[in-house]
C-alpha cells in the first residue's frame, strides 16, 4: 500500500481500483491511508481526504466478463504489481483492452507473467525495466 500511496501523491489525477474483497477490509485500508498521510510531515492537511478520494474500492463480479467491461470503462491503463505480477487481475486488464505497464527484470516466474503477456500481444514497449 505504501507504493500505491506514494504512485498517487506523485500522479495527482490519477486514482487506483481495488476489488473489495473483503469488503469487511475497506474500512482498514482507508483508515491505514489516513494515519500514513497525517504522521508525514509537509504534507498539506487535507492530502488524506483526498487520497481516500482517490481510492476505489469496486463490488465483486461473479461474472469476469462484467468485471473486465468495468475495468475498461475505468481505467486506460494498469500498474502492475511488483514482485509478483498481477497474474489474474493483469488477464483481466487486457481482456478488457487496459494496457499494463510492467516491470520485466527478474527471472523468476512470478515476477515475469505480465512481461510474456505484453511480447505475445506486442506491446514490449510497456515492459520497464530498472
Known amino acids: 500500500m505504501w507504493n500505491w500511496i506514494r504512485i498517487l501523491r506523485g500522479v495527482p489525477d490519477s486514482i487506483l481500483c481495488m476489488v473489495e474483497n473483503p469488503s469487511e477490509g475497506v474500512p482498514n485500508l482507508r483508515k491505514f491511508v489516513t494515519e500514513v498521510t497525517a504522521a508525514d510531515d509537509g504534507e498539506s492537511e487535507d492530502d488524506d481526504e483526498d487520497l481516500n478520494d482517490r481510492i476505489h474500492f469496486l463490488p465483486w463480479e461473479q461474472n469476469p466478463f462484467d468485471h473486465q467491461q468495468r475495468s475498461h470503462s475505468l481505467c486506460n ?10 497474474h489474474t487481475t493483469a488477464q483481466d486488464a487486457l481482456y478488457a483492452g487496459v494496457p499494463i505497464v510492467t516491470r520485466s527484470d527478474g527471472n523468476d516466474m512470478p515476477l515475469r507473467v505480465s512481461m510474456s503477456a505484453n511480447i505475445v500481444l506486442g506491446l514490449e514497449e510497456l515492459n520497464a525495466v530498472r
Open 77 to 86: 491503463v494498469m500498474l502492475d504489481s511488483h514482485p509478483y505480477n498481477g
